[in-house]
């Protein structure tokens, strides 16, 4: 029987040509993949045409060619096309069709943030600090919304996300900035989906013994519920000097 065995440069440069490649997935009827690239070269603003195609019956390819129409398509806030509803996923290199990635591009504003760390720059070192930086929303990028600055962050959804960062300017008194997510995703990591969390996983209920059927009331929680005050920490020199996060 013919083998192929992949080394570890192999999968690298897979996951290279794959960077900037999204997933939608369909949770019901998957419109026509010519319809669905149709929709996304004309709507989504891309600098290059994407390159669209066909997974398996729920899964859709979207292969992008710059870092700037990835982080354009992944923020995405509108996920309907055709009055279907679809989901968008990173493509990792383990990436199965029977579990989303636990990545996602998570909208937030940082209320009363200072208006010297609203600097573009800045806000991109905050992002980093606990994601990845894709993007700042138009309003944000006009100054047009000082009171609440919004920023576009990758974040893995099978961890707590923290609700403050720390920011140290120079040598003053660092203060707690608070973080509000526009909305919460939820992230099961017994069944590996995205959309609920463990605490009400039918999957896992299913298959709890009998006497787990009454749940006590110290059951733990999903990622909302239990949701700590964790937090993180950003340095940040102004105006002028080297940006980088506290590890």
Known sequence: MPLVNLSPLDVKLVSEFHAFSLITKFSLLRPPVDLFESHINSSWGLLQPAIVGLLDPKHILIHLHSAEDFSKAWSRESKIFDNRRFRLLRWTVDFTKRKDSSLSAMWLRLPEL?????NPAILEVIGNSFGRFLRLDEHTKKMKHPMAPRICVEMNLAFKLPEVVVIAIRSEEPFHQKIEYDLWIGYCNFCHLQGHQESVCRRKQSQAMPQAAEPSSSSPQG?????TSNAVVVSA??????LKPRA
């Open 237 to 242: 020199a102004l105006p002028a000097g080297t």
């Open 223 to 227: 990622n909302v519920a239990s949701l």
């Open 114 to 118: 200072p208006l010297p760390c609203q």
